[in-house]
């Protein structure tokens, strides 16, 4: 049977390959050290896993409203009073099946074939997968190295068409850890205005920044810019929930409305239990400020001891992430020391002499970085960048 036209030119996850070498390995007894994991490397706190207990005594088994039970929604529209000073209506909220269904649904609704979308790169593997399923197109605009991967307002004015239907922001990001400043998310949303293109907002690592600036959601520029603005956001990184799949999007009504009948058709709901965990994540106060804070703490320390280590070696090169648990040295000298000439190769060589997984960036299109976690101990970070820079002085090709 020949597949749909659709996901004939779908790539399975290019952190694919890595994970699957890794994999081999380690089940062959190697001592393999795996820097390529999403998630946090934390437990989801007890107080919220009791939270779901309860939900599933209490008999919350059931189908719940496609957008989410309205006390979580509620929860969500508080929160984002709270930590941004951004007032919603419930109906603006969706519960979503992860983060990752919020953007999937989202272009599903606002595109129609030939539709563009402005990515930056480095960007999220998911972004233009979801794009080109939804019968859009992305155009790829450069964060350059320079400018710590951040675009600016000329370049963005410069690839906007007619067809341009939205831009995606992610900041704090994965890959690069970088966040977009006030100034800089203000200079964003004037062209966008300008041109009535939606901003996409993820803001999922919001939580996990160690910069002493604040996150700022571009939502919170004007009015204006919140009305032509989806953020996107979850549970995921901030609580340590990857596997509970709880996300959300808040924005214009119509579109809120409209990915909900998505949602009604494609999931029917967000599970029921892992929506009660995650209200009280939002809600129980106490709790969440002191886990925020230990993760808060730990990424930081962790993220200091690895850049120190990360440009220590020999053809690295890389700025100091500011959030997220990401960090996307440039690695193109040491690449061509040992003698390769792409980024994947030198990664794969990297794993089977060293037993290191690192992500190359040609799927965040950036081919002359890579990505290393730091969601794992100081004392796994400091062997990983002993045997990385051990690889680049003495291996040769
Ligand atoms: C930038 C970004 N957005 C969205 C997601 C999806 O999050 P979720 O696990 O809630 O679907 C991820 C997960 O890796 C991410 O890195």
């Not at 009073?81 to 109906?91: I, R, V």
């Not at 230990?294 to 120190?308: I, N």
Request: aromatic share 8%; net charge negative; hydrophobic share 40%.
């Amino acid at each position: 049977m020949e597949l749909s036209k659709r996901v004939q030119s779908l790539s399975g996850s290019p952190t694919l390959a890595i994970s699957a070498k890794a994999k081999q390995l380690k089940d062959e007894g190697h001592d393999v050290i795996g820097l390529g994991v999403g998630e946090p490397d934390f437990n989801t706190p007890t107080y919220i896993m009791d939270a779901a207990k309860k939900a599933m005594d209490e008999g919350m088994t059931k189908y719940t409203p496609a957008g989410g039970i309205p006390a979580l929604k509620a929860a969500i529209v508080e929160k984002l009073q709270t930590d941004h000073h951004l007032t919603y209506e419930p109906n603006q909220v969706i519960v979503t099946t992860g983060a990752k269904y919020a953007l999937y649904a989202l272009f599903q609704v606002i595109l129609n074939e030939g539709d563009e979308v402005i990515i930056p790169t480095p960007y999220w593997v998911s972004y233009p997968e979801h794009v080109q399923l939804a019968g859009g197109k992305p155009v790829f605009v450069e964060g350059l190295e320079s400018k710590d991967f951040k675009i600016t307002k000329e370049q963005l004015e410069a690839v906007i068409t007619p067809k341009t239907k939205a831009v995606i922001i992610n900041s704090p990001s994965n890959p690069t850890g970088m966040m977009y400043s006030k100034e800089e998310l203000a200079s964003i949303a004037e062209v966008c205005i300008k041109h009535n293109i939606l901003i996409v907002s993820d803001e999922i690592y919001e939580r996990l920044i160690y910069a002493k600036e604040p996150h700022v959601s571009i939502a919170q520029i004007s009015n204006a810019a919140k009305e032509q603005t989806v953020i996107i956001n979850g549970v995921s990184k901030s609580h340590a929930m990857t596997g509970w799949r709880i996300g959300y999007a808040v924005g214009p009504d119509n579109i809120i409305k409209a990915m909900t009948n998505h949602a009604s058709h494609a999931t029917s709901n967000p599970t029921s239990i892992a929506q009660y965990a995650a209200l009280e994540a939002y809600t129980n106060q106490t709790e969440d400020e002191k886990i925020a804070n230990e993760m808060r703490q730990t990424f930081q320390e962790r993220l200091d001891r690895l850049y120190e280590l990360m440009n220590d070696i020999p053809g690295f090169s890389c700025a100091k992430p500011k959030g997220a648990f990401y960090i996307f040295p440039n690695v193109i000298e040491a690449v061509k020391m040992n003698g390769f000439h792409d980024v994947n190769e030198w990664a794969k060589a990297l794993l089977e002499e060293e037993k290191v997984a690192v992500v190359p960036g040609i799927g965040f299109g950036a081919p002359n970085n890579i990505r290393l976690s730091y969601a794992t101990s100081i004392e796994l970070l400091e062997e990983a960048a002993k045997r990385i820079k051990r690889f680049v002085i003495e291996y040769q090709k």
